[in-house]
C-alpha cells in the first residue's frame, strides 16, 4: 500500500495556516486529502495556565491534549481512522464530540506547534512555514477575535503581544530551517500553493 503524502503548514497565529489547508482541500478531489488540525486538541479553558497578570495563556504547547494529538497522529498518518475532537475555542468543560478522520492519500496537518514536536516533524514529506510580518498577523488576529470571539480589543491586543507573538519566537522560528517552503509574501503564497496544489493533484 502506497503511504500518505504528509503535507505539514506550520506558522504563527493568524498567519493563514488554516487559509491555506482550506484552499488546497477545496481545489483538490474529494476525497483525495483528509486534514490534522492540532487546534482540536485544545484543552478545556480551566486548564490552561495563566500568565503573571492572571491572563489565560493559550499559546503555549502545554495548552494542549499532546498525548492524544501525537497517538492521532501517528495513527492517521500510518493508516488507521481517528476519533478527533471537534474544535470548540475556549470551551469548558472539554467537548465529547469527535469526528471520525478517515486516512487519505494526501494528509494536510496545519498548526503552530506542528515542527516543534519531533513525532510529527519527522513524518512530514512536505514542510510549509508561513513567516508573516507581525503587524499583518496581529490585524488579522484582532479582526478574527472580535468576530469569531467576543473579545475586547484592549484583551486581544495584550494576548497578541505577550503570548502569541513569544510563543511564535520560541516554538516556531527556531524550526524554520526545517521549512521546505517558506512563505513571506503574497507572490510567494501564490506561486507555493500552486506547487503544493500540482503535487496533490499527481500523488
Not at 507581525?134 to 467576543?150: M, N, P, S, V, Y
Request: proline share 6%; charged share 25%.
Amino acid at each position: 500500500m502506497k503511504p500518505p503524502l504528509v503535507i505539514g503548514i506550520c506558522g504563527g497565529s493568524a498567519s493563514g495556516k488554516t487559509f491555506l489547508k482550506d484552499l488546497l482541500i477545496k481545489n483538490s478531489p474529494a476525497g483525495k486529502v483528509c486534514a490534522f488540525t492540532l487546534d482540536s486538541y485544545y484543552l478545556p479553558r480551566d486548564w490552561q495556565k495563566k500568565d503573571s497578570n492572571g491572563y489565560l495563556n493559550f499559546d503555549l504547547p502545554e495548552a494542549f491534549n499532546t498525548q492524544k494529538m501525537l497517538y492521532d497522529f501517528i495513527d492517521l498518518t500510518s493508516g488507521f481512522s481517528i476519533e478527533q475532537p471537534i474544535y470548540k475555542y475556549n470551551v469548558s468543560p472539554p467537548s465529547l464530540e469527535f469526528n471520525i478522520i478517515e486516512p487519505a492519500p494526501v494528509i494536510i496537518a496545519e498548526g503552530i506547534f506542528l515542527f516543534y514536536h519531533k513525532e510529527m516533524l519527522e513524518r512530514l514529506n512536505t514542510k510549509v512555514l508561513l513567516d508573516v510580518p507581525f503587524e499583518i498577523k496581529r490585524q488579522r488576529r484582532i479582526e478574527r477575535d472580535i468576530r469569531e470571539r467576543g473579545y475586547e480589543l484592549p484583551e486581544i491586543i495584550y494576548r497578541f503581544d505577550n503570548h502569541a507573538q513569544d510563543s511564535y519566537n520560541t516554538y516556531v522560528l527556531p524550526f524554520k530551517h526545517h521549512a521546505d517552503y517558506l512563505i513571506e509574501s503574497q507572490e510567494d503564497f501564490d506561486a507555493i500553493y500552486s506547487l503544493l496544489l500540482n503535487q496533490i493533484l499527481a500523488y
